[in-house]
């Protein structure tokens, strides 16, 4: 297992972690396999956003004595009435069901504040009582962390410039990176319009990563496999279908992402996302799909890493992360990714401009010149 921050909450997160809602109506047998061969392998990183009690239940009791070794995303605002899910801002309805869930785990490391994705749920949020209460939680030990989620890059970016919360989980692949922010799955894109619309990374949603990165906030990327979408050769919408590792790799690589949480309904399931870590670089690698609408990235840094090894030893898809973080406003630069850029391990400074990068790059990408303007902006 590896492990990164999360932003700016000081905890350190395994790079995968465990979506629990697929095991929302499993018996109990089941939910403690999952989470057994999980926290086998190191995961630490659960997000129980299922408001049903008895799979929190289950959650809790498969953990046990090794609550304490877990973090968990609980979600404020998420409700169970007649066993429908659905959203609530009604706050004796909020307080209900998430202090149902504090009951279960002593206490919620990130409260997440539930499906902020629209200008009417941000002012329900942030207008009303529910923020007030999110904040009493904190101040009271009962939350750690504020956090949110939301699969709305322009909401997502207003909810972060309040300065309230420190995480966010949202949905991550490639294909959604190429929707318009007005679009937020694949079900809404008609089948005869998707080459007209998967035309390169979408710049709000890239912007969004980015702004994570400057004002350090943790990310955690659901969606990765877009409900099973990008895996099936019937429904993706590239040429061919992505893998399972492809996936992975692409939310990870994304600026600001520290964990990815697949939702596993087996072991098997679990074993095959672990499987992640003993992949090659070539199983890895998902620039040879995404590559397919190759002219709307041409000179865009996706951070594929088709450009390494650089003979000089730079990590030249980093340098291209904190670059492209710098240039969203170049004249307040934060102090954070200037250390980060002077701390890599070699210096971009120590390019040859050899070319080696430019050839392999699948994207076009001026990699000499853009090392040359970091450390002309970052150094």
């Known amino acids: 297992m590896q492990f990164k921050e999360l932003g700016k909450t000081g905890k350190m997160v395994s790079t995968i972690g465990l979506g629990c809602e697929h095991l929302d109506r499993k018996p109990y047998e089941r939910v403690k396999e999952v989470i057994d061969e999980a926290l086998n392998h190191g995961v630490n990183l659960l997000d129980v956003f299922m408001p049903g009690d008895e799979v929190r239940e289950f959650t809790a009791k498969a953990l046990g004595a090794r609550r304490k070794d877990v973090l968990i995303q609980g979600h404020i605002g998420a409700t169970d009435?007649?066993?429908?899910?659905?959203?609530?801002?009604?706050?004796p309805t909020v307080k209900k069901y998430f202090e149902k869930l504090l009951r279960l785990f002593g206490?919620?490391?990130?409260?997440?504040?539930?499906?902020?994705?629209?200008?009417?749920?941000?002012k329900n949020v942030f207008e009303t009582e529910f923020i007030t209460y999110a904040e009493k939680l904190k101040r009271d030990g009962d939350i750690?962390?504020?956090?949110?989620?939301?699969?709305?890059?322009?909401?997502?970016?207003?909810?972060?410039?309040?300065?309230?919360?420190?995480t966010v989980m949202f949905s991550i692949n490639p294909a959604f990176d190429m929707l318009p922010a007005e679009l937020q799955n694949l079900d809404q894109v008609e089948e005869e319009?998707?080459?007209?619309?998967?035309?390169?990374?979408?710049?709000?949603?890239?912007?969004?990563?980015?702004?994570c990165t400057r004002k350090n906030i943790g990310v955690t990327a659901m969606k990765i496999l877009g409900a099973g979408k990008l895996l099936s050769p019937e429904h993706t919408p590239y040429e061919k279908p992505l893998s399972l590792n492809q996936c992975v790799h692409y939310?990870?690589?994304?600026?600001?992402?520290?964990?990815?949480?697949?939702?596993?309904?087996?072991?098997?399931?679990?074993?095959?996302?672990?499987?992640?870590?003993?992949?090659?670089?070539?199983?890895?690698?998902?620039?040879?799909?995404?590559?397919?609408?190759?002219?709307?990235?041409?000179?865009?840094?996706?951070?594929?890493?088709?450009?390494?090894?650089?003979?000089?030893?730079?990590?030249?898809?980093a340098a291209?992360?904190?670059?492209?973080?710098?240039?969203?406003?170049?004249?307040?630069?934060?102090?954070?990714?200037v250390s980060h850029y002077t701390s890599l391990a070699a210096s971009p400074a120590n390019c040859t401009a050899c070319g080696n990068c430019e050839k392999r790059c699948p994207f076009d990408v001026p990699i000499i010149e853009n090392l040359k303007y970091a450390e002309k902006l970052l150094r």
């Open 107 to 122: 206490h919620i490391d990130f409260g997440m504040l539930f499906f902020i994705d629209s200008e009417e749920d941000f």
């Open 251 to 317: 939310a990870l690589t994304r600026p600001a992402v520290s964990s990815v949480l697949p939702g596993c309904q087996t072991v098997a399931e679990m074993q095959s996302i672990l499987g992640y870590f003993s992949a090659t670089d070539a199983e890895k690698d998902y620039a040879p799909i995404i590559s397919s609408v190759k002219n709307d990235f041409a000179g865009s840094c996706v951070y594929c890493s088709h450009c390494q090894p650089c003979p000089a030893g730079i990590d030249i898809a």
């Open 144 to 166: 750690l962390h504020i956090g949110f989620s939301s699969h709305n890059p322009v909401t997502a970016a207003r909810v972060i410039e309040t300065g309230t919360v420190e």
């Open 193 to 211: 319009k998707r080459g007209e619309i998967l035309r390169g990374i979408d710049p709000i949603r890239a912007n969004l990563y980015k702004l």
């Open 320 to 337: 291209h992360k904190y670059l492209d973080i710098a240039k969203l406003d170049e004249k307040n630069i934060p102090p954070s990714i």
């Open 81 to 91: 009435i007649n066993q429908q899910y659905d959203i609530s801002r009604d706050m």
